[in-house]
């Protein structure tokens, strides 16, 4: 059996298993996770979920903080309508507060939080975030509160301003078969410096100035066949629009144009590559959304890949089961002013450049595909975090414009990253 088949094997049985136990299929009015209070999150796929549910179960030797639950104040003028647990007029009663731990499973420790955006108000002094909506919620244009309470706090899923992210991965020499022979290893640094901030009223944009590097070992061309650089290099921008989730229906549009080649004589319209992806994402209910989209990627086979999925969230679980990638994280708890994630990711990849070859035409592009299986573990801090993975790559294909290939067979990858 192929990866892929595989993969795709896999993802329908958990998608069936996480719908029954989350209650997708339970009849209407049945009680279940369903009936619980929704809440919504930003429509990004890479946004990291960082809320609380009702139901969170609290770890051994944690309890209800000072000040949680129910508060009451005194003698007031007038009552406000539509508060929750509204005192008759001439008294002044603070909305219920739900039940606040010294523990939660989305939201790093407690800390200087400069993402929430939550404003404190005699009407709403607990406000969850609402991207657009009333005027006393956290939004991208609120100023933000200066910590984080358990318990208390909703999701912030937009981290505006500047953020870096640089990753390094290794895959060790693997034999190859086809128009080449010996052993074929890569060494990869990703750099990407992102800024993210309000675009217009009802969408936010985010910029990434993308930097690759390629450093190739191997392998030896046949006779008459062309082959590798030891290098390549790749500068993109990519320009992602997204209406932030505060209904049942959002948007994610992405254009990236690059600049990919090892550099060693003038550009050519191989070095250029424009990519193109729109995702619809719709909101079933608290734990599961439906995405819907569709991508082109401009390599040495132009294609165009299906964006489509489910993704499930609950007080542990983060399931992002799509094509071209899936992620399956699971939390593990917090420690000091980390949290703690396990993850499994499977992703199809394919990336191209426009090489010089020896033997062979003087220039030509050069496209590397494959399918990647890896389990990996992340800190997350907040305003930083790391992360280590490791696993393998199958189905490899280095796949040359002018016709000629090698296959390097399945192979470990390592990959370590931080982001800040």
């Known amino acids: 059996m192929k990866p892929i088949h595989l993969w795709l094997s896999t993802t329908a049985f958990l998608i069936f298993v996480g719908s029954t136990e989350a209650g997708l299929f339970d009849p209407a009015g049945s009680p279940g996770r369903s009936g619980q209070p929704s809440i919504y999150r930003s429509a990004s796929l890479a946004t990291v979920f960082r809320g609380q549910s009702d139901g969170v179960p609290l770890p051994q030797g944690t309890g209800p903080q000072a000040g949680s639950g129910s508060l009451s104040g005194g003698p007031a003028t007038s009552a406000q309508p539509g508060i929750s647990g509204q005192n008759p007029v001439g008294t002044l009663s603070t909305p219920s507060l739900p039940d606040a731990s010294t523990w939660n499973a989305f939201s790093p420790p407690t800390g200087v939080d400069p993402f929430a955006g939550a404003q404190q108000s005699p009407q709403a002094p607990y406000a969850p975030y609402t991207p657009y909506g009333n005027p006393y919620g956290g939004g991208p244009y609120g100023q933000p509160v200066p910590f984080s309470t358990f318990g208390a706090n909703g999701p912030h899923p937009y981290r505006r301003g500047w953020q870096n992210n640089l990753e390094i991965g290794w895959m060790p020499g693997a034999s190859v078969t086809g128009n080449a ?19 217009m009223p009802g969408w936010m944009l985010t910029w990434t100035n993308q930097f690759r590097l390629r450093l190739w070992d191997g392998p030896t061309p046949l006779p008459g066949f062309p082959g590798l650089p030891s290098r390549a290099f790749r500068f993109g921008w990519d320009f992602e629009l997204e209406t932030p989730k505060s209904g049942p229906c959002s948007i994610s549009l992405g254009f990236t144009p690059s600049i990919n080649s090892d550099l060693q004589t003038s550009l050519s319209s191989n070095a250029y590559q424009l990519d ?28 165009v890949i299906p964006y489509a999925g489910l993704t499930y ?17 699971l939390f593990l708890g917090n420690e000091q002013l980390w949290s703690k994630w396990a993850y499994l990711t499977a992703e199809y990849h394919v990336e191209a450049y426009e090489v010089s070859t020896a033997p062979g035409p003087p220039r030509d592009e050069v496209e590397l595909e494959d399918y990647r299986i890896l389990l990996g573990f992340r800190m997350d801090g907040g305003l930083y975090s790391w992360w280590m993975e490791g696993g393998g790559g199958f189905d490899r294909e280095v796949r040359f414009g002018l016709g000629s290939s090698f296959s390097p067979n399945t192979g470990f990858i390592g990959r370590m990253g931080w982001q800040y």
């Open 276 to 303: 193109f992806r729109g995702m619809f994402i719709f909101q079933i209910d608290q734990y599961w959304s439906m995405v819907l989209g569709a991508g082109y990627w401009d390599r040495v086979r132009d294609r």
């Open 181 to 199: 022979s010996g052993l074929f290893e890569q060494f990869d640094v990703d750099f990407d410096l992102a800024h993210t901030g309000p675009f």
């Open 313 to 329: 969230r609950d007080d542990y679980w983060e399931w992002q089961l799509m094509f071209p990638k899936s992620t399956i994280s």
